[in-house]
Structures are given as structure tokens and as C-alpha cells.
């Protein structure tokens, strides 16, 4: 396993800069997560620490050696990517024996290898087949093998699991987890802009906005504690509600965040007041829709059946504790609780409009 330590890294194609300045420290045996929107530049740093881009400027170290001018076949690392990039005529086995045989392993420990290899992944029954004989996460498996037999220090994941529909994303994300508590000695980075893989892969995320990074923490951390409007945003689903304007002005703020779970639907001393527009029913949860006066619907998550109809008028009050502080700028205020006899009755905030 390697620690890995970015410091102020920047990297730039012409004029264009696409990291600004990234420090981080990545811990040895790590399950780290980089996490943000579409060009926000997560693979981009994905691929300076693999060595397939160089960095402009700043310094990039495993285990105290800068490894800036180092090859990436010398840096101790495996790249699984979101192309499976497999042999077609080549059988699973040897798809996966591939790079140990052109390092001159011997066959025996290619075989011990591969087929450990394979049991870790339960893919022993398929070392046979042809890569067209495989399902898409089997083949995706089959790519993670691939790394698992160089004996990496570091694993790098670059959205390994776009090209697979959502019954096999949930499978292969589960696969992962198991690969990393089995390989708790290895660090492993993991890029991907789908936020419920960061939330249930990481030990730690890294959000990344623009080439900068907005937050490093816990899933936990980010979610019930985020230090600005785009992380609160970006993490969790459905996203935070925001509230503006006449809405936040109780709480002294510019902007406040919500989260579904915790707006409550009350008939006795209401915060707010609204028209249901849409409820989705999903069984174990349901997720109402009130228009309550601001930019976008307000989103309550209701644990079972939802039984209200749109049209109908709710009364709706944040759990105490649970509200989030914005300033203009977006960064993230000390949390507030107003007592309900601090907040204003529902006839003096702004009127739900009428749909």
C-alpha cells in the first residue's frame, strides 16, 4: 500500500488550466473517492497520479519519493477503466494472465495468481470462456482481475461502472467493497460523477468543482455537514431543498437547506405552507412535491404510501437542528435552530402560487 501526497498540483492544457492547486493527502490502505459534475477534472487527476498526463507544476509523492518524472509501469499502480478493454480471442485466464506473462512470471505463478484472483471475484467458473461469453459486469470483473494479479500498491478506478445498466452497477459496486476489505492493504481511487457510488464506496470523498477541490470528508461528513451550496447540493438524494429571499430570513441568512427527511407535514404551528403538485410512491418511501412560494418545489420524504393528493394544501415544518446556513457567497453558517415561537406564522411568509 502507498500514502499519496498531491500538493498544490496544477495542470493545464494550453491556456486552459484544469487543476488549480489541489492538495490532498490520500492515507495508506485508503478507499478514496473523487466525486463532481462532468468536467470538473476528477479523471483528469486520476490520470496525473497514474502517470498517462504530466503535471504542470506542483508535486506528486507516494510514500515521501516524488514520483512526478516516474513511468507509470514504475509508480506500483493498476488502472481499471470504464472500457473493459479485454483480448476478444483471448479466454479469461489469459486476458488476466496477460501482463504477468510479458513480465516473464513463471506459468505456475501465473496460474496461482489468476486463479486467487478469480476466486476473489467468482469468476473461477468462467477462466475458459471467451470474453462474448460474458455478461457486462462479468467482464468488468474479468478488467478488475486483470489489476488484482499485478499486486498493486495503488488501485485506480476511472467510472468503472457507466457501461453497465443499474441491476449490475448495484452487483460490481458491491464486488468493490468486497475487493477492498479483502485487499484492506491497498489504496484504491475511485473516480465517478454518480454520488450514491461515492456515498457507499468511500472511506473518505474528495468533491471536486472547476479543477478545485470543495470538500474532502467522511460520506457522513459531507452529507450532514457540508461547508458550502454546491457540496449540500451535489451530495445526497433528492438533493437539499433551498429556500431564498423571505424564506431564509428568519434564519439570518441568505440561503437555507432542508433535506426531505427532515421537513415534517404538520397541521399545528406550520413554517411553511404549500399546494402537494406530485407525489412519487416507491413502497418503503414516498417523495411529495409542495409548491410553497419558492424557486422550486419543496421535497418531503414520507416513509411508506404517501396518501396526499395535489391539490392539497399542507402545513410543513423543518426538524429542529436540521437546517442549513448559506451565505451569499454559498459557503455554509454555523447551523441554526429557531424556536417555533421565533418563527413567523405561516400567513406572513410568501404565499404558495396557485398551480
Not at 80 to 101: E, I, R
Not at 269 to 279: A, Q, Y
Request: charged share 25%; hydrophobic share 40%.
Amino acid at each position: 500500500m502507498a500514502e499519496i501526497r498531491l500538493e498544490n498540483i496544477r495542470k493545464s492544457f494550453g491556456a486552459f488550466e484544469v487543476i488549480k492547486g489541489v492538495t490532498m493527502d490520500i492515507r495508506r490502505g485508503e478507499f478514496m473517492v473523487f466525486v463532481g459534475p462532468s468536467g470538473c477534472g476528477k479523471s483528469t487527476l486520476l490520470r496525473l497520479i497514474s502517470g498517462l498526463e504530466d503535471i504542470t507544476s506542483g508535486t506528486l509523492s507516494f510514500d515521501s519519493t516524488t514520483v512526478n518524472q516516474h513511468a507509470p509501469s514504475k509508480r506500483g499502480i493498476a488502472m481499471v477503466f470504464q472500457s473493459y478493454a479485454l483480448y476478444p480471442h483471448m479466454t479469461v485466464f489469459d486476458n488476466m494472465a496477460f501482463g504477468m506473462k510479458l513480465s516473464g512470471r513463471t506459468r505456475d505463478e501465473c496460474r496461482q495468481r489468476v486463479e486467487e484472483a478469480a476466486g476473489m471475484l467468482q469468476l473461477s467458473p468462467y477462466l475458459d470462456r471467451l470474453p462474448r461469453q460474458l455478461s457486462g459486469g462479468q467482464r468488468q470483473r474479468v478488467a478488475i482481475g486483470r489489476a488484482i494479479v499485478r499486486d498493486p500498491k495503488v488501485f485506480l478506478f476511472d467510472e468503472p461502472l457507466s457501461n453497465l445498466d443499474a441491476a449490475l452497477r448495484v452487483a460490481t459496486r458491491l464486488e468493490i467493497a468486497k475487493l477492498h476489505r479483502s485487499m484492506h492493504n491497498t489504496t484504491m481511487i475511485y473516480v465517478t460523477h454518480d454520488q450514491v457510488e461515492a456515498m457507499t464506496l468511500a472511506d473518505r470523498i474528495c468533491v471536486l468543482r472547476d479543477g478545485v477541490v470543495e470538500q474532502i470528508g467522511t460520506p457522513l461528513e459531507l452529507y450532514e455537514s457540508p461547508n458550502s451550496l454546491f457540496v449540500a447540493g451535489f451530495i445526497g438524494s433528492p438533493k437539499m431543498n433551498f429556500l431564498q429571499g423571505g424564506l431564509a430570513q428568519p434564519y439570518d441568512s441568505h440561503t437555507i437547506g432542508v433535506r426531505a427527511e427532515h421537513v415534517r407535514i404538520t397541521a399545528e404551528s406550520p413554517v411553511w405552507s404549500g399546494t402537494v403538485i406530485h407525489s412519487e410512491i416507491l413502497g418503503s418511501d414516498s417523495f411529495v412535491y409542495v409548491d410553497i412560494g419558492a424557486d422550486e418545489p419543496l421535497i418531503v420524504r414520507e416513509a411508506g404510501v404517501s396518501r396526499h393528493e395535489p391539490g392539497e394544501t399542507l402545513g410543513l415544518a423543518p426538524l429542529a437542528g436540521h437546517v442549513h446556513r448559506f451565505d451569499s457567497s454559498g459557503r455554509a453558517l454555523e447551523r441554526a435552530s429557531l424556536p417555533a415561537a421565533d418563527l413567523p406564522r405561516v400567513d406572513a411568509l410568501p404565499k404558495a402560487r396557485s398551480l
